[in-house]
Antibody, heavy 121, light 107 residues
């Protein structure tokens, strides 16, 4: 059974930093692209970043470029999101999601339960 | 960036109703369009991928269609467990973007 379990969320002051983790199990983690997707309270979904299988390709939404870094450790079956210079508008539930890549489609097929990040003084 | 516009933003329907949600992309995205269902406090769940393919385990009352810029999600006979928010999501080009969501409520 595919499982993605996020951790590391919490309350942080504006300008602060936080590192989110996502522990993966039930599939060959090193064989998949992975993403972070966030959802501000009461709002819709926003794709944040994704990373390829060996960590050599990374993509970000413009609003987090230069502040967030996605990374992975395939030996530990773990995905990370290092967040710095945090702003109030980064307040959201952050989901880790597996990316299915095939000849016919591309998208997020499994999601974690999310971890809440609150940026407030 | 590709903008995804869903309509309606919300709707009220009864159990047994046929419900259709539309999603329009600001430029052609071929069939790189997925649909998700989200219930309060839960993670999104994949329903439809590649515009019209049903994800395993998803009831056959859900269906998707479209290509290019116009897509639809149809629920043929709404069930109590289908009251939720639905999102379309394009993965044709980065940044990957979502529609704003359609909340399906009980009439």
């Amino acid at each position: 059974e595919v499982q993605l379990v996020e951790s590391g969320g919490g309350l942080v002051q504006p300008g602060g930093s936080l590192r989110l983790s996502c522990a993966a199990s039930g599939f060959t983690f090193s064989g998949y692209w992975m993403s972070w997707v966030r959802q501000a309270p009461g709002k819709g979904l926003e794709w944040v970043a994704n990373i390829n299988q060996d960590g050599g390709e990374k993509y970000y939404v413009d609003s987090v470029k230069g502040r967030f870094t996605i990374s992975r450790d395939n030996a530990k079956n773990s995905l990370y999101l290092q967040m710095s210079s945090l702003r109030a508008e980064d307040t959201a539930v952050y989901y880790c999601a597996r990316v299915e890549v095939s000849s016919s489609w591309l998208g997020h097929d499994y999601w974690g339960q999310g971890t809440l990040v609150t940026v407030s003084s | 960036d590709i903008q995804m516009t869903q309509s309606p933003s919300s709707l009220s329907a009864s159990v047994g109703d046929r419900v259709t949600i539309t999603c329009r992309a600001s430029q052609s995205i071929s069939i790189y369009l997925n649909w998700y269902q989200q219930k309060p406090g839960k993670a999104p769940k994949l329903l439809i991928y590649a515009a019209s393919s049903l994800q395993g385990g998803v009831p056959s009352r859900f269906s998707g269609s479209g290509s290019g810029t116009d897509f639809t999600l149809t629920v043929s006979s709404l069930q109590p467990e289908d009251f939720a928010t639905y999102y379309c999501h394009q993965t044709y080009s980065r940044p990957w973007t979502f529609g704003q969501g359609t909340k399906v409520e009980i009439k």
